[in-house]
């Protein structure tokens, strides 16, 4: 079945670094946008980074541009969120999500999501 795992979260220092991981299996991968979206407390869920199916494109909200970068392997059905320069604003809970739109059906898969506390 369909399965999305995040693992990489953690408690870290303003001004340092993570890397979150998403372990993907049960569908098509390579045919699938792949996103990261992250949610704090009392706030909407926000979409930070998202890479095309190939990975040829990708787009970052405005406050994580030159600090944060997606990629993707299709071969090893992973996506990764190398967060850099990271501040207390980047707190939340960061979801992986897979979209397909294609034909005029959706299919739309949703990891449980991993805790970023960024805390001195």
């Known amino acids: 079945q369909v399965q999305l795992v995040e693992s990489g979260g953690g408690l870290v220092q303003p001004g340092g670094s993570l890397r979150l991981s998403c372990a993907a299996s049960?569908?098509?991968?390579?045919?699938?946008?792949m996103s990261w979206y992250r949610q704090a407390p009392g706030k909407e869920r926000e979409l930070v980074a998202t890479i095309t199916a190939s990975g040829g494109s990708t787009n970052y909200v405005d406050s994580v541009k030159g600090r944060f970068t997606i990629s993707r392997d299709n071969f090893k059905k992973t996506v990764l969120l190398q967060m850099i320069n990271l501040t207390p604003e980047d707190t939340a809970v960061y979801y992986c999500?897979?979209?397909?739109?294609?034909?005029?059906?959706?299919?739309?898969?949703w990891g449980q999501g991993t805790q970023v506390t960024v805390s001195s």
């Open positions: 999500n897979a979209f397909r739109r294609q034909y005029g059906l959706v299919n739309d898969y």
């Open positions: 049960g569908f098509t991968f390579s045919a699938y946008a």
